[in-house]
Nanobody, 123 residues
């Protein structure tokens, strides 16, 4: 079992910044990647960013590229998501997820999920 705990969500005005954090505990030794997904009201869960533990290469959705930065601590199995230049369309519940597989941008391939943290961006 793997437990994921997110933090850092909140209310911010458009153009502002937030930093999300996620810490993993449990049986994480075989994890391939950790990442972030988000789900807005009435929308399907979508990929935001991910980071592999091997190459440490970051992956971003086009919608957040250039604004969001994912970072991680390999030893602690922790990831952060620095979100800058936030837009109202970024409003969503953000979920941390891990996968033991090589597909990192599809929710259905994630093995474990956090409970989510709400990010609200006002206009």
């Amino acid at each position: 079992q793997v437990q994921l705990v997110e933090s850092g969500g909140g209310l911010v005005q458009a153009g502002g910044s937030l930093r999300l954090s996620c810490a993993a505990s449990g049986r994480t030794f075989s994890d391939y990647a950790m990442g972030w997904f988000r789900q807005a009201p009435g929308k399907e869960r979508e990929f935001v960013a991910a980071r592999t533990w091997g190459s440490q290469y970051p992956y971003y959705a086009d919608s957040v590229k250039g604004r969001f930065t994912i970072s991680g601590d390999n030893a602690k199995k922790k990831i952060d998501l620095q979100m800058n230049s936030l837009k109202p369309e970024d409003t969503a519940v953000y979920y941390c997820a891990t996968t033991r597989r090589t597909v990192i941008n599809r929710p259905e391939y994630m093995d474990y999920w956090g409970k989510g943290t709400l990010v609200t961006v006002s206009s």
